[in-house]
């Protein structure tokens, strides 16, 4: 396997790259003096080549990511796979208003005219059941749920699963599943990017455990921030949250860290002082099975 590390210092491009029997290809990516990008692969192009990017952030690192894959194809490869440990543009999935695009749908089309296969962590699939709905390619979704699980397991005793709104369930069932404990779910109305609502109706029983808000991704925070406070309203205790991805736009983290929460953590798809949980091996298992 020859890997293109596109995320050097990515946790999971970092344990792809050490993996054995895992070849790195050198090249040069950089910016011309007037922002345009400069792509030189450097040896040998093999036929099939797994690159491996870091989209957090996607506005500005998605066309260089674009760029680098037409360079391999002009070189002649002809398979390339793309590990995106953080898939983005996946919750704009509906045109809510009238007028507005419906990115997802744009955001799958560039990535599959561009790869041949995906590999990703979590993405947000709600009103999409599958990235076969969205993408071209063979897309694969690998489930962080084990991994959480474990962490759950070995860190928390007497643990209760949340999840904060509806979306949440198929992380949260998975998660509680295999930790072997109960799970609740809370369902939120969305006022705005910044303003949710969450009802936490039935939490008062499990005032005696140790609840563990498990959401896909931390934006603005404040989904776990309000699903804390209606908890700790409720007499539980102040919840452990876990993210799959921490994207912590803007203040996100600062008022997270001010909010009634014991601790966060999130998996290692993108990289923030949270990561505690990591996905590369999954990763590396699923780029090892073909
Ligand atoms: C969407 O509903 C997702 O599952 C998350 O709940 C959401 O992205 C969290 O966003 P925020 O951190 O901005 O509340």
Same mark, same amino acid.
């Given at each position: 396997?020859?890997? /293109?590390?596109?995320?050097? #210092?990515?946790?999971?491009?970092?344990? *792809?790259?050490?993996?054995?029997?895992?070849?790195?290809?050198?090249?040069?990516?950089?910016?011309?003096? !007037?922002?345009?990008?400069?792509?030189?692969?450097?040896?040998? &192009?093999?036929?099939?080549?797994?690159?491996?990017?870091?989209?957090?952030?996607?506005?500005?690192?998605?066309?260089?990511?674009? *760029?680098?894959?037409?360079?391999?194809?002009? *070189?002649?490869?002809?398979?390339?796979?793309?590990?995106?440990?953080?898939?983005?543009?996946?919750?704009? !999935?509906?045109?809510?208003?009238?007028?507005?695009?419906?990115?997802?749908?744009?955001?799958?089309?560039?990535i599959s005219a561009h790869?041949?296969?995906?590999?990703?962590?979590?993405?947000?699939?709600?009103? /999409?059941?599958?990235?076969? %709905?969205? /993408?071209?390619?063979?897309?694969?979704?690998?489930?962080?749920?084990?991994?959480?699980?474990?962490?759950?397991?070995?860190?928390? !005793?007497?643990?209760?699963?949340?999840?904060?709104?509806?979306?949440?369930?198929?992380?949260?069932?998975?998660?509680? %599943?295999?930790?072997?404990?109960?799970?609740?779910?809370?369902?939120?109305?969305?006022?705005? !990017?910044?303003?949710?609502?969450?009802?936490? &109706?039935?939490?008062?029983? /499990?005032?005696?455990y140790s609840p563990v808000?498990?959401?896909?991704?931390?934006?603005?925070?404040? &989904?776990?921030?309000?699903?804390?406070?209606?908890?700790?309203?409720? #007499?539980?205790?102040?919840?452990?949250?876990?993210?799959?991805?921490?994207?912590?736009?803007?203040?996100?983290?600062?008022?997270?860290?001010?909010?009634?929460?014991?601790? &966060?953590?999130?998996?290692?798809?993108?990289?923030?002082?949270?990561?505690?949980?990591?996905?590369?091996? *999954?990763?590396?298992?699923?780029?090892?099975?073909?």
């Amino acid at each position: 396997m020859l890997l /293109y590390n596109l995320a050097p #210092g990515h946790p999971v491009a970092e344990r *792809l790259a050490a993996a054995p029997g895992m070849d790195v290809g050198n090249y040069q990516l950089r910016q011309f003096p !007037d922002g345009e990008t400069y792509i030189r692969i450097e040896g040998e &192009t093999p036929k099939k080549a797994i690159v491996c990017a870091d989209l957090s952030n996607p506005d500005q690192k998605i066309l260089p990511v674009l *760029l680098f894959a037409a360079t391999l194809r002009d *070189l002649g490869v002809e398979h390339i796979t793309l590990v995106a440990p953080y898939l983005p543009y996946m919750r704009q !999935d509906i045109r809510f208003h009238p007028g507005e695009g419906v990115t997802s749908r744009y955001f799958a089309r560039m990535i599959s005219a561009h790869f041949d296969r995906l590999l990703t962590i979590d993405p947000h699939l709600h009103r /999409y059941h599958s990235l076969d %709905e969205l /993408y071209t390619i063979p897309a694969r979704s690998l489930a962080a749920a084990p991994a959480i699980a474990d962490w759950i397991r070995t860190h928390l !005793d007497k643990p209760v699963i949340v999840g904060p709104d509806s979306e949440s369930d198929q992380w949260v069932s998975h998660v509680a %599943e295999l930790a072997g404990c109960d799970r609740l779910v809370f369902s939120k109305t969305r006022l705005g !990017d910044k303003d949710v609502i969450i009802d936490a &109706t039935n939490a008062e029983k /499990y005032r005696e455990y140790s609840p563990v808000m498990v959401d896909d991704i931390i934006s603005t925070g404040r &989904t776990m921030i309000e699903a804390a406070a209606e908890l700790v309203a409720a #007499g539980l205790h102040r919840p452990v949250c876990i993210g799959v991805h921490a994207v912590f736009a803007d203040d996100a983290y600062h008022a997270i860290q001010a909010a009634p929460i014991e601790r &966060t953590v999130s998996c290692n798809t993108v990289i923030h002082a949270t990561n505690g949980i990591d996905v590369g091996e *999954l990763l590396l298992q699923a780029l090892q099975e073909r």
